[in-house]
């Protein structure tokens, strides 16, 4: 299957190598020159300009892996005017929901297909098998789960249902994982401050093997300790995604009580103004997760 990735960075980037270890073509887009050089050292087909999809007259799926927000919403719009009827576009990215929901309807004016991915397992999932939750026309649906059967880990593909279904899903599980982070942080921080001689890494070591409490982020919790158990490198400031807050907002819409989420979302308010040893735990498994690097 041809595939058209647009964002060659540390998801994009990752997809792609997926997709070509199963056999798919991927041309790949980026704005920076050196990813596109380094894709082509890779094996991977590029584009130069998003403009040059229109001399491509077979049906086209184009896969968005950009920030949400204004830079995918940018090239959503310029897509609109560059694909023929019956073409497949899937944001694979963060995107609020309302705005996918938005975005399939001004598609299906012009005979376009979009599909909202929610796409989760970090770097390493997009590398070797993630987690998708995809909602869309069922149609496109079927017409692209080849594609996403061979890159998605085992079990790790479900269909959600109609538009906005697939990025709602992602924004709860993101909210979820914001709140699972928090806790992580207060219950090591608890250790970390206790009289008792704790080995922090052994302690998470323990923890992810047979516990109640054991998982991956038990798991990346110890890769991040094995490396620095002081976490004296990491930043203290935790800079918060959209999801915490567009899953309060529904919670406000929908007369759902969500207080842990809600806590998570201000705990990480809070950061901005104090350093504490759970930051340094919630940056650390961000680290891990999706390769977090501090803002400047």
């Avoid at 206790?194 to 982020?217: C, E, M, Q, T």
Wanted: proline share 2%; aromatic share 8%; glycine share 8%.
């Amino acid at each position: 299957m041809k595939i058209y990735l647009v964002g060659l960075g540390k998801m994009g980037y990752n997809l792609a190598l997926n997709m070509k270890d199963h056999k798919h073509e991927v041309v790949g887009f980026d704005t920076n020159q050196e990813i596109l050089s380094r894709a082509k050292k890779d094996g991977i087909k590029t584009l130069v300009n998003l403009d040059d999809l229109k001399s491509e007259h077979a049906r086209k799926i184009i896969w968005v892996m950009l920030p949400a927000g204004k830079i995918t919403n940018s090239v959503l719009e310029q897509l609109k005017s560059l694909l023929s009827p019956r073409d497949i576009v899937i944001d694979g990215g963060n995107s609020k929901y309302t705005d996918s929901v938005k975005q399939a309807k001004e598609f299906k004016g012009k005979d376009v297909l979009f599909m909202d991915v929610g796409t989760s397992g970090g770097t390493y999932g997009a590398r070797h098998g993630a987690s998708f939750m995809v909602g869309g026309d069922y149609t496109a649906y079927k017409a692209i789960e080849p594609l996403l059967e061979d890159i998605a880990a085992s079990n790790g593909l479900l269909y959600t249902g109609k538009s906005g279904s697939g990025h709602y899903l992602k924004i709860i599980h993101n909210a979820i994982l914001h709140s699972e982070m928090q806790v992580l942080g207060e219950g090591f921080d608890l250790l970390h401050s206790s009289p008792f001689d704790y080995d922090l890494k052994d302690v998470a070591h323990n923890w992810s093997k047979s516990a109640v409490i054991r998982g991956w982020l038990m798991d990346l919790m110890y890769d991040a300790l094995t490396k620095n158990a002081s976490l004296d490198d990491v930043d203290t400031i935790i800079h918060s995604s959209s999801a915490c807050a567009d899953a309060v907002k529904a919670a406000i819409e929908y007369n759902i009580p969500v207080p842990t989420i809600g806590i998570s979302l201000v705990m990480r308010q809070r950061t901005q103004t104090s350093d504490t040893f759970s930051a340094r735990i919630i940056n650390s498994l961000r680290k891990e997760v999706g390769g977090y690097k501090p803002k400047a």
